[in-house]
């Protein structure tokens, strides 16, 4: 069986990625920081077949014994502070983690396996962050970087160490430039989720209001289950490269919240959201749209679920899930 170790595997990308990796017949092993992380005892229950072992991007022997333990076949990283607003007001920990842990699983990497005929194929979950302002439209594999938040500056030096590393030790390193991507198991702190879960708790008489930031922000959203695919394609390949994955379609976050509220049966959203201050970044990335001709011609990669339908996705789970936390009857 082909042996995969996943960091991030507690995050929303890890557990469709598992998911993924145990329907083509894979040994997943997937490392937890922490002593005791909240996440680890419900991931156990839902992925039985997860060996957790512990470990943090900050702590390179960790890595490396992790590394060593497994012996992995295919390295996915996906651990980082993800959540572009908390990397203003922890920059030092993003550069730290969404950076340098980059440098670190693959100097773990080229530690076990050798510098050179190293088995052990490497995937770096990069992010249409990295375009930042963007330089033109819509964005590829070949559209110059310009990062906005410390989280985006953190992606540009992690994108940046893995083409250093397939160039300098020949690893089998690959970036993909990732777009938004969500799904039920999104993080409740970033924007979709909290749409969606706070119409569901709007609807159901929980809540009475959802306070945004911006609504013109534009962003190219997709489903996690189908980008966690173009990760694993990437590993298939005769050789290493860096693909954009991303729908092509692009949505202003207003829009979103109008799908949202529609499908709980709320046609007017405008009562329900107000705006604050408190949720403006410093810096705001205004519009991000990619290209994928790269990963349908090379991956044969395509998204499968469209916004509309990513969308009701989301506010069906939510539904669900807040109306059985509260002990509402759902119709
Ligand atoms: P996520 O849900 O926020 O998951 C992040 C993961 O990183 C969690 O499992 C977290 O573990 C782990 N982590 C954080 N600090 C760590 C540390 N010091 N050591 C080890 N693990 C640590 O993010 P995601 O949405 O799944 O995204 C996966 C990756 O893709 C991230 O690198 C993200 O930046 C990137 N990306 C995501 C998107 C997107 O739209 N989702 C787009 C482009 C790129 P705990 O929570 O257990 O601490």
Redesign the pocket.
């Known amino acids: 069986m082909p042996r995969a170790l996943v ?8 557990q469709h990625l598992a998911e993924f990796l145990h329907s083509k017949g894979y040994d997943i092993y997937g ?4 002593q005791n ?1 909240p ?1 680890s005892e419900s991931l156990r229950n839902e992925f039985p077949y997860v060996e957790l072992i512990p ?4 702590d390179l022997p960790s890595l490396i014994s992790a590394v060593e333990y497994v012996k992995p076949d295919e390295v996915y990283n ?6 572009v607003a908390m990397s203003f007001n922890q920059a030092e920990l993003t550069a730290n ?2 950076g340098l ?1 980059v440098l670190r699983m693959l100097e773990a990497v080229r530690i076990v396996g050798g510098s050179q005929n190293n088995p052990m194929r490497f995937y770096q ?5 990295m375009f930042g302002k963007v330089r033109e439209t819509p964005q590829t594999e070949m559209t110059p970087f310009h990062p906005r938040s410390p ?1 985006g500056c953190a ?1 540009v030096f992690g994108h940046d160490i893995v083409v250093n590393y397939r160039e300098s030790y020949n690893l089998f390193a690959c970036s993909g430039i ?5 799904g039920p198991r ?2 409740l702190e970033f924007v979709t989720r909290k749409v969606t879960n706070t119409a569901a708790r709007i609807k159901l008489g929980l809540q009475k209001e959802l306070v945004m930031g911006t609504l013109d922000t534009k962003r190219d959203w997709g489903y ?1 289950g189908d980008y966690v695919k173009a990760m694993w394609l990437m590993l298939q390949q005769d050789a290493p490269d860096d693909y954009v994955v991303a729908t092509g379609e692009t949505h202003t976050i207003e829009e979103m919240v109008q799908l949202a509220f529609s499908y709980v049966g709320i046609d007017d959203w405008q009562q329900y959201v107000s705006q604050d201050p408190r949720f403006l970044r410093p810096s705001e990335v205004d519009l991000l749209i990619g290209d994928a001709s790269k990963a349908h011609a090379k991956l044969g990669w395509k998204p499968e679920v469209d916004f509309p339908t990513l969308i009701k996705m989301m506010v069906d789970h939510d539904l669900t899930w807040e109306a059985g936390k509260a002990g509402i009857a759902l119709p």
């Not at 490392?31 to 922490?34: F, S, Y």
């Not at 979950?125 to 962050?129: G, I, L, T, V």
């Not at 990732?178 to 969500?182: T, V």
Request: no cysteine.
């Open positions: 960091t991030g595997i507690t995050g929303q990308d890890g490392i937890v920081k922490g992380n996440k470990g943090d991007l900050a996906l651990a980082a502070i993800s959540f983690l969404t842990g979950a990069s992010s249409s962050e989280y992606k990732l777009f938004n991507h969500e999104r993080g996690a």
